[in-house]
Structures are given as structure tokens and as C-alpha cells.
């Protein structure tokens, strides 16, 4: 018998030629991001955030970014409670996201930013010595050296 003669190997090679070919799917990884604010739509079903809103809280900041990069609360537009959004916080005035008084002179980052136009990363704006918020509570001027 000449198939006899043939190794293992070319018989299921033969079985593999005559055979009918069924073709099977590699797995199907579902990673789907779909309003590519780079958190998964799985991930965001779990943390409660919109798969179909890139920003669920409307701070300016990604709810993927939120998660991965600043540690912000995506669900909630101001994680610090200072008054000021963490967008505003991260992207215009530079001051930490999650702390309500970045430098800490006691002066909130929002009361610097929009009552007494302090540099609410520096807490002697003025650098006369005494920090902005003991000038605020003092009666002087954290804006004027002589004040
Ligand atoms: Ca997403
Ligand atoms: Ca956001
Ligand atoms: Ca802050
Ligand atoms: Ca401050």
C-alpha cells in the first residue's frame, strides 16, 4: 500500500486539502471607545460616566483624562469644591484641581482668582512678607508692597 508509505503529517494534510475548510473567527475583544475620550464604554458603564459624552461633567476636561491623568471626579465639575471648574483649574489658571487652596495662604483658589486677583499659586503676591490671606484678613492690600 503506497499510503502507507506517506508520515502522518502529509495524511492530514491530504484530510486538510479534501476537507471542507470551516473558517473560525479569531475572539472579538470588545474595546470599543465611542466617544473616544479614551475611557472604554465598558469602563465607563462602571464608573458612571457617559460612553457617549466625551466630557459627562462639562468641566472641559475628558472623562478619560479625568480618570488617567489629573485623578478628577468625571462625574463632578468641580472635584475641590472651590468654585472654580477643574478645567478652569487644569487649563487656565493653573492651580491643583484637587486641593480648594493651591497655595496655601488660606485664600481659596477661586476668591484669589476673581475677588482679589491674587496669583492663587503664590502666597505672598505681593512679596511684602505677609501671605495674601493674612493681608485679606488684616486689612491690607496683598496686591501692593507698600499696603
Ligand atoms: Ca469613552
Ligand atoms: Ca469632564
Ligand atoms: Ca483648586
Ligand atoms: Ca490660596
Same mark, same amino acid.
Not at 486538510?16 to 472579538?28: K, M, R, Y
Not at 468641580?78 to 491643583?96: K, R
Given at each position: ?16 486539502? +479534501? ?61 475641590? +469644591? ?46 511684602? +512678607? ?18
Amino acid at each position: 500500500m503506497k499510503v502507507a508509505l506517506l508520515s502522518l503529517f502529509a495524511l492530514s494534510t491530504l484530510a486538510a486539502c +479534501g476537507g471542507v475548510v470551516v473558517h473560525t473567527p479569531p475572539p472579538v475583544v470588545v474595546v470599543a471607545d465611542s466617544d473616544g475620550d479614551g475611557l472604554i464604554d465598558e469602563d465607563e458603564y462602571g464608573i458612571g460616566t457617559d460612553p457617549y459624552d466625551a466630557d459627562t461633567d462639562r468641566d472641559r476636561l475628558y472623562d478619560g483624562e479625568e480618570w488617567f491623568e489629573t485623578d478628577t471626579d468625571p462625574l463632578h465639575p468641580d472635584s475641590d +469644591g472651590d468654585g472654580l471648574s477643574d478645567g478652569t483649574e487644569v487649563l487656565d489658571v493653573y492651580t491643583d484641581p484637587l486641593s480648594w487652596d493651591t497655595d496655601g495662604d488660606d485664600l481659596s483658589d477661586r476668591e484669589e482668582v476673581s475677588v482679589w486677583y491674587t496669583d492663587p499659586t503664590d502666597v505672598d503676591t505681593d512679596d511684602d +512678607g505677609y501671605s495674601d490671606g493674612r493681608e485679606v484678613a488684616t486689612g491690607y492690600d496683598p496686591l501692593d508692597w507698600y499696603a
